[in-house]
């Protein structure tokens, strides 16, 4: 098999550059291609020697280690360490997916062409197949590392709640919202903000169908018995958010609330008794993605 040393260095410039690039991209940090080409060639040149070279510490996993904190220091230029060493783990994460998609289609195109020589896999396949595994490797790490990212954002940024409310429970999924300092005014109670198309297992149609009317004072479309039995109840809460500058919201104090969150795969569940329920008449999101809206203090 004749391998072409200018073809190898030109191979792993363009395959060091986008492994870098994507990697950068993925973990967002500032990118400079000048920077990323250099790294790309030290890469590269590396390649060249280990395979010429009839050393083998050119396959020491040290040296193969010091060389991608030399690459990422020159792509990226971390200020920190802590910015660096999250930037090798994203570097070498990258890396091995590249090397995955690339080697599995090259075994597949053309096995016969492959060598391995001080820890390098080289060979006569065509640069073309070299791009076609970067693209596909690049859209499979992109797509992968949003998915992982969108789950962990998740995973700290909702949590199941259920409320029982008239002896009547609804689970749904609320928002942990660092700004929701919502409290009802008088007995300084904290609030959760729930959606109120789910609330009508719980509460009257006619309350839930009229709050405006009831926040105005006017509770000529409510039943006398509906009146009686709630009029005491409900709460007036005061807002400068959801859309409005100065806004209020219809509240009722549940039975209690439920909150329900995953860590490290144990379900806690913690019972709130002093919670007023504050009824949206709106939609939160327009997928649905939550239905309730919960203060980092609760």
């Known amino acids: 098999m004749t391998i ?3 073809i190898v260095f030109l191979e792993n410039i363009i395959m060091n550059f986008i492994i870098i690039l994507a990697s950068g991209l993925i973990i967002k940090t500032k990118i400079n291609h000048l920077r990323i080409l250099l790294a790309s060639l030290i890469g590269a040149i590396y390649t060249v020697v280990a395979y010429i070279s009839k050393i083998e510490i050119y396959s020491n996993i040290i040296l193969k280690f ?3 904190i030399v690459i990422v220091y020159i792509a990226y230029n971390p ?5 660096m060493w999250k930037e090798i783990l994203f570097f070498y994460l990258t890396s091995f997916l590249f090397g995955g998609v690339a080697f599995a289609l090259i075994y597949i195109l053309k096995p016969q062409d492959i060598l391995m020589k001080n820890g390098l896999f080289l060979g006569t396949y065509p640069l073309k197949t070299i791009c076609i595994s970067t693209i596909i490797a690049y859209i499979i790490s992109i797509n992968s590392f949003k998915l992982i990212k969108n789950k962990i954002i998740k ?3 909702y949590c199941n709640i259920e409320v029982c409310l008239n002896k009547k429970k609804i689970d749904t999924i609320a928002m942990i919202d660092t700004g929701n300092l919502l409290k009802e005014p008088i007995s300084n109670t904290p609030v959760i903000v729930v959606e109120r198309s789910i609330l009508y297992e719980t509460l009257p149609k006619e309350i839930l169908n009229n709050l405006e009317e009831i926040l105005g004072g006017n509770f000529e479309k409510i039943p006398k018995e509906i009146q009686e039995e709630y ?3 409900l709460k007036v809460i005061p807002f400068s ?5 100065y806004g209020m919201l219809l509240g ?3 039975e209690y609330v439920e909150i329900i969150k995953e860590d490290d795969g144990e379900i806690e569940k913690e019972r709130k008794e002093n919670i007023i329920i504050g009824i949206y008449n709106k939609s939160l999101t327009k997928k649905g993605e939550y239905r309730a809206l919960i203060g980092s203090d609760v």
């Open 79 to 83: 200020q920190t360490m802590k910015k």
């Open 231 to 233: 009029y005491s109840r």
């Open 241 to 245: 958010s959801l859309g409005k500058e």
């Open 252 to 254: 009722i104090r549940p």
């Open 66 to 68: 010091i060389l991608s």
């Open 155 to 157: 995973k700290n940024n």
């Open 4 to 6: 072409y040393i200018d």
